[in-house]
């Protein structure tokens, strides 16, 4: 194979990478602003009011917070990814009365770290670890600057054996 043939594989390789990556932040995002059932997630919890707005506390999920309601709100990426949050936090959730969602841990779950692989299908980023795959949020990839290959330190719960979510701890 000539030089130029194999700089523009390389090349195509890269943008089809790229392409990836751009296509699962865009679900992601499209996820934190709509349920798993495709509708628009509205705060319309009970709650109890307080100066700053209403304030609804719920349990994170790997992706959004479960209200005691039962309704389901979403948990910005970036806030999840920067927190390092881990599925069972207990957050607290502030709706301000322009309708801004604030939100904050409030009781960290017991963790444990574990490190592992990324790798990347089905459009969605993973990280491989003692015999199991837990997903990442592409904040972090991004957050980080990992690739699909790097080595990575994750956060999982200490006792949630069935955690399909991780936090990214540091890239190795």
């Not at 030089?3 to 296509?23: C, D, F, G, M, Y």
């Not at 628009?40 to 959004?64: H, N, Q, W, Y």
């Not at 005691?68 to 502030?94: M, Q, R």
């Amino acid at each position: 194979m000539s030089e130029l043939p194999e700089k523009q594989v390389k090349r195509l390789h890269s943008l089809i990478q790229e392409a990836e990556t751009n296509l699962a932040a865009a679900k992601e995002l499209l996820i934190s602003i709509m349920g798993d059932n495709g509708t628009v997630i509205t705060p319309r919890a009970s709650s109890t009011d307080d100066a700053r707005g209403k304030v609804i506390e719920g349990v994170f999920d790997g992706l959004k917070m479960a209200g005691p309601d039962g309704k389901e709100y979403p948990v910005p990426a970036n806030y999840a990814s920067k927190s390092k949050l881990v599925e069972g936090d207990v957050l607290k959730l502030t709706i301000t009365d322009d309708g801004s969602f604030v939100y904050k841990q409030i009781g960290p779950t017991e963790r444990k770290q574990i490190i592992g692989t990324l790798v990347q299908h089905d459009g969605a980023y993973y990280v491989e670890a003692n015999g199991r795959e837990y997903r990442i949020l592409l904040a972090s990839i991004t957050y980080f600057r990992i690739n699909v290959n790097d080595q990575v330190t994750i956060i999982v719960p200490a006792n949630n054996p069935d955690a399909v979510w991780a936090a990214v701890e540091a890239a190795l």
